[in-house]
């Protein structure tokens, strides 16, 4: 049985200097840059979320049904 902490894959398209700027950082760590983009973009989510710019979740389609039929 899976639980709720499946990864994700997704294609981020970005300008050429900043991917180079990735793959430098991630080299410097010994690292994948694959990996060290979705650690930045976890910090970056983590940080908004902090920072109160993160919205209130959603209540999923299920719960919402469930609801609207009570």
């Known amino acids: 049985m899976m639980n709720g902490n499946v990864s994700k894959r997704f294609t981020v398209t ?3 200097s900043v991917f180079e700027d990735l793959e ?3 080299d410097a760590q010994g690292r ?3 990996n060290l983009a979705a650690f930045l973009i976890e910090i970056g ?3 908004a979320k902090e920072g109160g710019e993160f919205p209130e979740k959603q209540k999923s389609s299920k719960a919402k049904k ?5």
Do not use: F, G, S, Y
């Open 14 to 16: 970005l300008p050429d």
């Open 66 to 70: 469930a609801k609207e039929d009570t």
């Open 45 to 47: 989510i983590r940080q």
């Open 32 to 34: 994948p840059t694959a």
């Open 24 to 26: 430098v950082l991630a």
